[in-house]
């Protein structure tokens, strides 16, 4: 079971999933350092709430690396 909160580079990654129309909702809540929050949108449409979770994280961890990525090759 994915947990409820995860610590990835210096962020909290809250992975959701929300039953919509006989699906699961991906989506995910990011904390930064200084505790700005950002929610996505909806990230994708699951059978299970496991999988949205899931890809919810994945695609958290992706979009934070990306950003870090970026910062370092602008820097």
Do not use: W
């Amino acid at each position: 079971m994915i947990q409820l909160q995860i610590n990835h580079r210096g962020f909290v990654i809250t992975p959701m999933a929300a039953f919509d129309g006989g699906l699961y909702a991906a989506m995910t809540i990011v904390c930064d350092g200084d505790g700005l929050q950002r929610a996505s949108g909806v990230l994708g449409h699951f059978s299970s709430a496991e999988e949205a979770r899931a890809f919810a994280l994945n695609a958290a961890k992706d979009e934070i690396d990306r950003r870090l990525l970026h910062a370092s090759a602008a820097a």
